[in-house]
């Protein structure tokens, strides 16, 4: 148990969908990060949350759709996927290293295996 | 941007024995390496991490050395046990004085324990 819970565990949708993924961590943390990750590819960052302020957006397709309430909660909406997005989807948080955290340890969820039809 | 890269991408070695795997990255800014173990179902998780100040760093079966000139560091693991069968993830982050800010990772390193 890693404080970091994510659900649903494994998602199938057609194209045409929509569906959503949740992150909920109980650690304290104030930024949260969406990871993918792909067979026989580096876990590719998509998007950061710093206290609730998206911070980094790494040119993801825009039918990803990232949303953050509250420090403690993050969402990735889908909407239209395409095959080549079926992936294991991370979901990590961390203390801001800046505002007093530590290591800036990255402590991940389990994943959500998405396969899109 | 950073870009990390790790070898091998499996590795097979006789329980006890020792394994090695290696990492270079590209940014000369980046001062943060830490490495992720990932077993079969979950997340990423950390096992230990060095920073650009420091060479070498071990905890009990586990150490990393860190050659900033060269750009590359690496994970040791002595006396290995099945438990250690995993996927192992290199990362690298530069400190770019801002907030949060996400990792970056190598693709990752299949270690197999054979008994």
């Known amino acids: 148990e890693t404080g970091v819970t994510q659900t649903p565990r494994h998602l199938v949708m057609g194209m045409t969908n929509k569906k959503s993924l949740k992150c909920e961590q109980h650690l304290g943390h104030n930024a949260m990060y969406w990871y993918k990750q792909s067979a026989k590819k580096p876990l590719e960052l998509m998007f950061v949350?710093?206290?609730?302020?998206?911070?980094e957006n790494n040119s993801v397709p825009s039918r990803f759709s990232p949303e953050c309430p509250n420090s403690s909660h993050l969402f990735l909406h889908l909407h239209t996927l395409q095959p080549e997005d079926s992936a294991l989807y991370l979901c990590?948080?961390?203390?801001?290293?800046?505002?007093?955290?530590?290591?800036?340890?990255?402590?991940f969820g389990e994943g959500s295996r998405l396969t899109v039809l | 941007g950073e870009n990390v890269e790790q070898h091998p991408s499996t590795l097979s070695v006789q329980e006890g024995d020792s394994a090695v795997i290696k990492c270079t990255y590209s940014?000369?800014?980046?001062?943060?390496f830490p490495w992720y173990k990932q077993e079969l179902g979950k997340g990423p998780q950390l096992i230990i991490d060095?920073?650009?100040?420091?060479g070498e760093k071990k905890d009990q079966r586990i150490a990393v050395t860190l050659n900033k000139t060269a750009k590359h560091f690496s994970l040791h693991i002595t006396e290995t046990q099945p438990e250690d069968s995993a996927v192992y993830f290199c990362?690298?982050?530069?400190?770019?004085?801002?907030?949060?800010?996400?990792?970056?990772f190598g693709k990752g390193t299949h270690l197999i324990i054979q008994p």
């Open positions: 949350y710093n206290f609730k302020e998206q911070t």
């Open positions: 940014d000369s800014a980046s001062n943060y």
């Open positions: 060095i920073r650009s100040n420091v």
């Open positions: 990590a948080s961390s203390q801001d290293r800046i505002r007093g955290g530590v290591t800036g340890e990255l402590f």
């Open positions: 990362a690298a982050r530069t400190n770019s004085g801002g907030g949060a800010d996400g990792l970056t």
